[in-house]
């Protein structure tokens, strides 16, 4: 049996006189505000260091597929030798010995 209640459920969100944002200062924005444009700037510069040493964008985000790939394929390898070993009764360890790969891998 469900015990009554007769008071209002009430939900857990914070009203607006009491919710952080009302409680962060105009001069904690502002100083926000002037790190974040510094950080832009750095970001900026640094780019731009990266271009002129030969850098390019369209390279970059190919190597970061062909690591999100190579990823990918380690962990399936990963989990099709912890199946074997479990099917074995061995430790996946072993199966590195066996199968002469480097435990670094």
Do not use: C, W
Not at 19 to 43: H, N, P
């Amino acid at each position: 049996m469900l015990k009554s209640s007769k008071s209002r459920f009430r939900l857990p969100i914070q009203s607006p006189r009491t919710s952080k944002v009302g409680a962060i200062s105009e001069e904690t924005i502002r100083q926000e505000i002037t790190d974040l444009k510094e950080r832009d700037s750095t970001l900026s510069r640094e780019a731009a260091l990266l271009v002129a040493e030969g850098y390019n964008v369209e390279e970059l985000d190919k190597h970061i597929s062909l690591l999100h790939q190579y990823n990918d394929l380690r962990d399936t390898g990963q989990l099709l030798l912890g199946r074997l070993a479990a099917l074995r009764g061995v430790t996946t360890k072993d199966l590195y010995l066996e199968f002469e790969m480097e435990l670094e891998d």
